[in-house]
């Protein structure tokens, strides 16, 4: 397992993480009180979603993820990953600080996902907290509007909730955290024991999303299909250090 955390970090390596301009705890205090209006309003519109089997399966996937979690990041042993189900939530999944992950009901029964689909997703939400990218979403809006204009993290992140003309000045680190998420993803979801080839169909059904959605909002993640063959290329990888770790002589 040390070797395989190992490549995955080498893999992972290089990233655009930003020096935080606010302290981690405060930053992501922030982003989790911002988690749990969405829950509140959810519970006020009676939006959680109520299926016990649908439930079941997605907290029994998310356990799973999240043991993958540890490792690569043994910090997070003995925390508890949730999964939340919110019918119209507005987006596929959200992940947040606090290893909170909202997901889109909806979303997941158009399209009919799979646990290992699930779990891909629920990995990928996943790295986006390893990484930090809550707190460089924050760093970035200081760094754009200046320190004096968003004194604390409360402050920068409601900026980045308004968006508006930050979205083009931030579209090239968001698509470098998608990018990633989907490589620090991929290699949690390959510890957790999921099958692969399943879950890449995942992206099938994203690809068919895209074509009814040719005139959407600007996307900060890759298409679809790119996606799938650079997580393809790192399960790839993966599948080719786990079979030289088994020939190793013991």
């Known amino acids: 397992m040390k070797t395989f955390v190992a490549v995955v970090l080498l893999l992972f390596g290089g990233g655009c993480f930003a020096q935080e301009a606010y302290p981690e705890p405060e930053a992501a205090a922030a982003w989790r009180g911002l988690a749990a209006s969405y829950v509140r309003k959810a519970i006020r519109d009676q939006m959680l979603d109520a299926d016990p089997v649908l439930n079941a399966r997605v907290d029994a996937v998310m356990a799973r993820v999240g043991d993958a979690v540890i490792a690569f990041e043994p910090r997070y042993a003995g925390t508890l990953w949730r999964a939340i189900l919110i019918e119209d939530f507005g987006h596929g999944a959200a992940a947040f600080p606090g290893q909170t992950i909202l997901v889109d009901a909806k979303f997941v029964r158009a399209l009919n996902?799979?646990?290992?689909?699930?779990?891909?997703?629920?990995?990928?939400?996943?790295?986006?907290?390893?990484?930090?990218?809550?707190?460089?979403k924050l760093s970035f809006m200081a760094e754009f509007l200046g320190k004096e204009k968003v004194p604390?993290?409360?402050?920068?992140?409601?900026?980045?909730?308004?968006?508006?003309?930050?979205?083009?000045a931030f579209m090239p680190t968001a698509r470098a955290h998608e990018r990633e998420a989907d490589t620090l993803g991929?290699?949690?979801?390959?510890?957790?024991?999921?099958?692969?080839?399943?879950?890449?169909?995942?992206?099938?059904?994203?690809?068919r999303l895209e074509k009814h959605n040719e005139a959407g909002d600007a996307d900060s993640h890759d298409v679809a299909m790119a996606r799938k063959q650079a997580v393809s290329q790192v399960f790839g990888e993966?599948?080719?250090?786990?079979?030289?770790?088994?020939?190793k002589p013991r």
């Open 186 to 207: 991929a290699a949690i979801f390959f510890a957790s024991g999921y099958d692969s080839k399943r879950a890449l169909l995942l992206f099938d059904k994203l690809t």
């Open 238 to 247: 993966l599948q080719r250090i786990r079979a030289l770790d088994n020939v």
């Open 152 to 168: 604390d993290a409360r402050t920068a992140l409601l900026e980045f909730l308004a968006l508006g003309a930050y979205v083009p």
């Open 113 to 136: 996902l799979s646990d290992d689909e699930l779990a891909l997703i629920f990995s990928h939400e996943a790295a986006h907290v390893l990484a930090g990218h809550a707190s460089a």
